[in-house]
C-alpha cells in the first residue's frame, strides 16, 4: 500500500516534469508538510492547483487537513480531479476550476498557500486575506522565482521575467511594510515566505 502510494507520487511528479508544469520543490514540500503538523493545521486555501501535487502532499501529510484549491487551467484542473481520484482524497481536496481573482470563497481558513501567478501575489493575498482565521499563516512559493530575483537587472534575459521578478520584489517589500503580519522569508525550495497574522 505504501509503496503503492508512492509509486503514484513518482507518477505524478514525472508527469509534471514531462509537461513543463511546476510543481512545488522538494524542500518546499517538506516544509509545507511539517508547519502543518507542526501548526496544527486544520485546513488549507492553495491558488493554483496544477496537477494537484502539492494538495495531495499535504492531505497525505495530515490525515484530517481539509483542501480548498483554485486553479484557472482546464486541463491542469481535469488533470488535479483524476489525481485526486487515484489517492482517494476527494472528501477532503475540494477543487475549485476558476480563476482565483474572480472567484469567491467562503469560510475561514488556518494558511493560505499562494503558489499561482507569480506577478498578481499582492492581489492574491488583499482578497483572500479575509478568509484567513485568526493568527492564521500565509505562505507563498517562489520568492527567489528559481535565482532569478537575487540577480542583477542585466542578467535577467527577457523583458517579461525582468516585469516578472520586479513584481516578486514588490510583493516582498509589500509583506514587509505589512502591519499586520509578522513575515520570515525562507531560502528553501524556490524561496518561500511565512507571513503570520498578529
Ligand atoms: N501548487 C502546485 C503548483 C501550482 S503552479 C504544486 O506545487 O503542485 C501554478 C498554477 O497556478 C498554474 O497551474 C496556473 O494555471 C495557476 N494559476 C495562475 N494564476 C491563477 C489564477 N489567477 N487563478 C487560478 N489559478 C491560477
Ligand atoms: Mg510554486
Same mark, same amino acid.
Given at each position: 500500500?505504501?509503496?503503492?502510494?508512492?509509486?503514484m507520487?513518482?507518477?505524478? /511528479?514525472?508527469?509534471?516534469?514531462?509537461?513543463?508544469?511546476?510543481?512545488?520543490?522538494?524542500? =518546499?514540500?517538506?516544509f509545507l508538510t511539517t508547519f502543518l503538523i507542526q501548526k496544527q493545521i486544520k485546513n488549507v486555501l492553495e491558488i493554483g492547483t496544477a496537477? =494537484?501535487?502539492?494538495?495531495?502532499?499535504?492531505?497525505l501529510?495530515?490525515?484530517?487537513l481539509k483542501i480548498t484549491t483554485i486553479e484557472r487551467d482546464e486541463?491542469?484542473?481535469?488533470?488535479?480531479? /483524476?489525481?485526486?481520484?487515484k489517492f482517494q482524497l476527494e472528501d477532503r481536496i475540494t477543487l475549485?476550476?476558476?480563476?482565483?481573482?474572480?472567484?469567491?470563497?467562503?469560510g475561514e481558513f488556518d494558511l493560505i498557500f499562494i503558489d499561482a501567478a507569480k506577478g498578481q501575489n499582492i492581489h492574491f493575498f488583499e482578497k483572500y486575506e479575509k478568509n484567513l482565521s485568526k493568527s492564521?499563516?500565509?505562505?507563498?512559493?517562489?520568492?527567489?522565482f528559481h535565482g532569478l530575483v537575487e540577480k542583477e537587472e542585466n542578467e535577467i534575459p527577457s523583458r517579461n521575467l525582468r516585469a516578472l521578478v520586479r513584481k516578486i520584489k514588490e510583493y516582498r517589500e509589500f509583506l514587509e511594510n505589512n502591519q499586520n503580519y509578522q513575515v520570515?522569508?525562507?531560502?528553501? =525550495?524556490?524561496?518561500?515566505?511565512v507571513a503570520r497574522k498578529e
Open positions: 500500500m505504501v509503496t503503492n502510494v508512492e509509486a507520487i513518482r507518477d505524478i /511528479k514525472k508527469y509534471a516534469l514531462e509537461n513543463k508544469i511546476p510543481i512545488i520543490q522538494d524542500e =518546499g514540500i517538506d496537477i =494537484g501535487y502539492s494538495a495531495i502532499m499535504m492531505a501529510a495530515s490525515p484530517n486541463t491542469r484542473y481535469l488533470e488535479a480531479v /483524476k489525481n485526486i481520484k475549485i476550476f476558476h480563476d482565483a481573482l474572480e472567484v469567491n470563497i467562503e492564521g499563516y500565509i505562505i507563498t512559493d517562489n520568492m527567489n520570515e522569508f525562507l531560502n528553501i =525550495g524556490d524561496g518561500l515566505a
